[in-house]
């Protein structure tokens, strides 16, 4: 394990459990986190982060989107519709990870359909425990030749419920490509947005999710409950109290698009986290 210092505002108590990873766990001021096959033991210290991780600062950077100028972020978007301007000061070391493990990512999302948090982190945990062993109680997350090779009734047996036999079925899908990562990432936000549509038991937010947090894909909007009763709120009281249909879904996320541009994505995280937080 390599132990660094990283001078940053990030604040871990805000980003890690912010529901964009689910691997993760705080005790004592420490914050253990698993994403892919990289492990990170953080803790704040003034001015910055000390960590110890089997990777690099380059890749805890990387993954905290710790380059981001959050100022100038904040900024634009104010311009762009003073509306947004109290949830984006809510708290200034918010950031919209890049998850480096587009297996993860997609597999995590498909679980947190429908779900809350405990049991989401709990039924990730369950498969990342299908990978190779990286240190005591961590687990790289399998590939998706190891996932389809699941028994659909064991996922079941482990809490998964519906969710058992759409996560074998598109692991078996993706298996059977080679280089299926390499495709997804070389296609648009509308492209990849579609694509991942296609496979069994992902929906317009799991993809959203996806295109978000492991794509890159600055315009997509991940709309919940809590982002969608802040957005009604403020751009369409006509449709307070409605179910978010798929046609609703993409009329709301097109307007967000259209109005804040790359940075869409980074308003829908302050959004949810002020949203939640509220509760």
């Known amino acids: 394990m390599n132990e660094f210092f990283v001078a940053t505002d990030l604040e871990l108590e805000i980003c890690i459990p912010s529901g964009q990873l689910f691997r993760w766990s705080h005790t004592d001021g420490c914050w253990a986190v698993a994403c892919g096959d990289h492990i990170y033991e953080c803790r704040a210290?003034?001015?910055?982060?000390?960590?110890?991780?089997?990777?690099?600062?380059?890749?805890?950077?990387?993954?905290?989107?710790?380059?981001?100028?959050?100022?100038?972020?904040?900024?634009?978007?104010?311009?762009?519709?003073?509306?947004?301007?109290?949830?984006?000061?809510?708290?200034?070391?918010?950031?919209?990870?890049?998850?480096?493990?587009?297996?993860?990512?997609?597999?995590?999302?498909?679980?947190?359909?429908?779900?809350?948090?405990?049991?989401?982190?709990?039924?990730?945990?369950?498969?990342?425990?299908?990978?190779?062993?990286?240190?005591?109680?961590?687990?790289?997350?399998?590939?998706?030749?190891?996932?389809?090779?699941?028994?659909?009734?064991?996922?079941?047996?482990?809490?998964?419920?519906?969710?058992?036999?759409?996560i074998v079925l598109t692991a078996q899908n993706l298996s059977a490509e080679t280089d299926w990562e390499k495709r997804i990432r070389s296609m648009s936000y509308q492209e990849a947005h579609s694509a991942l549509c296609k496979l069994p038991g992902i929906g317009p937010k799991v993809a959203d999710c996806v295109a978000l947090y492991a794509l890159g894909h600055g315009e997509a909007v991940p709309i919940d409950t809590h982002v969608w009763r802040v957005v009604t709120g403020l751009y369409f009281p006509e449709l307070l109290g409605k179910k978010v249909t798929p046609s609703l879904y993409k009329i709301v996320g097109d307007f967000l698009r259209n109005r804040f541009g790359e940075h869409a994505g980074w308003l829908q995280q302050s959004l949810f986290l002020e949203s939640f937080s509220a509760r």
């Open 45 to 166: 210290e003034s001015g910055g982060i000390r960590v110890r991780s089997n990777v690099g600062a380059q890749e805890f950077s990387r993954l905290f989107a710790l380059d981001i100028d959050v100022p100038s972020i904040v900024a634009k978007l104010g311009r762009i519709d003073a509306k947004v301007a109290p949830f984006l000061r809510f708290r200034p070391g918010l950031r919209v990870l890049r998850q480096p493990d587009l297996t993860e990512t997609l597999f995590s999302f498909m679980c947190s359909a429908n779900n809350h948090m405990p049991r989401i982190r709990s039924m990730v945990e369950s498969l990342a425990k299908y990978g190779q062993l990286l240190i005591e109680g961590r687990h790289a997350f399998p590939r998706v030749g190891a996932i389809a090779s699941i028994d659909a009734s064991e996922l079941r047996d482990l809490g998964f419920g519906y969710r058992s036999e759409p």
